[in-house]
């Protein structure tokens, strides 16, 4: 309400990378060193260089989630005796939370209330079991069943749509018009 915020310490994250360190077996930094990362169970790869203090990166990684990386460097001088330290990941440091008010360490004793207030509403209530209704099609009359009657239409029903009757200022009128031989 004051208008004042927290700094802000950790930046969004614009794109995955991998940093680290390219070191000898005496410890010292590998310069130009080559590096090369694959993602075991797919095609993907990627290469980079050390700089001049042993320090490389690969920006810019799409590597899908819980993705098994391996990082080697067997292509470089002296390759099968180097170390390969990766930096951390950056994570923001935990703090107390501003906003107190909201957190809910238990959240079971939270929905107590509302879980009692839903029994006695609802407890009355009774769930009826599937009913399902099975039987035999009616079948219902045709001229064909009344072949006395052969000078009647086969049309057995008309259906006009609604549209057809706008701008009609009465129905009655409109449906002779629309129906002829209707009586009613």
Do not use: W
Not at 12 to 32: A, C, F, S, W, Y
Not at 48 to 61: H, Q, V, W
Not at 136 to 156: C, E, Q
Request: aromatic residues 6%; contains cysteine.
């Amino acid at each position: 309400m004051t208008g004042q915020l927290p700094p802000v310490t950790l930046l969004p994250e614009q794109d995955m990378r991998i940093t680290g360190t390219l070191r000898d077996r005496t410890g010292m930094p590998v310069r130009k060193g080559a590096l090369r990362l694959t993602v075991t169970g797919s095609k993907y790869a990627a290469e980079t260089m050390t700089n001049n203090t042993g320090i490389f990166a690969f920006p810019n990684l799409n590597i899908p989630d819980s993705s098994e990386v391996v990082i080697n460097a067997k292509y470089s001088a002296n390759g099968s005796s180097l170390m390969i330290l990766l930096d951390g990941q950056m994570a923001p440091p935990l703090t107390k939370n501003p906003e107190h008010l909201d957190e809910v360490v238990n959240i079971d004793s939270a929905l107590a209330p509302y879980l009692n207030n839903s029994k006695k509403q609802y407890s009355y209530l009774r769930t009826l079991k599937e009913v399902k209704i099975e039987g035999a099609k009616v079948k219902r009359p045709s001229h064909a069943d009344y072949p006395s009657l052969a000078g009647l239409s086969n049309i057995t029903g008309t259906t006009i749509d609604g549209d057809r009757f706008q701008g009609c200022n009465m129905f009655a009128l409109c449906l002779q018009t629309q129906a002829m031989g209707l009586t009613f």
